[in-house]
Nanobody, 117 residues
């Protein structure tokens, strides 16, 4: 069945960098757009980054521009997220999402990122 498994979360210091991975299986990975979201306690789910199926289009919200980089390796069925200059407000559960249509939309379980000194 469909699986999206995030890894790379943990405790990092403010100003540091983080690299997350999301390994996918059970669907045609290369035909799906991919997104990273995050959700902190008491806050709404927030888009962090997205990348098109080919990797030709990448997009970030203003809060992440200049700090986040999304990439994908279709041969490895994996999407990555790098965040630099981490801030305490980046603390959240980070979730991987694969999207092709309303009925083809899959989520990972999430990985916890905590930014604290």
């Amino acid at each position: 069945q469909v699986q999206l498994v995030e890894s790379g979360g943990g405790l990092v210091q403010p100003g540091g960098s983080l690299n997350l991975s999301c390994a996918a299986s059970g669907f045609t990975f290369s035909t799906y757009g991919l997104r990273w979201y995050r959700q902190a306690p008491g806050k709404e789910r927030e888009l962090v980054a997205l990348i098109s199926s080919t990797g030709g289009t990448r997009s970030y919200p203003d809060s992440m521009k200049g700090r986040a980089t999304i990439s994908r390796d279709n041969a490895k069925n994996t999407v990555y997220l790098q965040i630099n200059s981490l801030k305490p407000e980046d603390t959240a559960v980070y979730l991987c999402n694969a999207y092709r249509s309303k009925t083809n939309n899959y989520w990972g379980q999430g990985t916890q990122v905590t930014v604290s000194s």
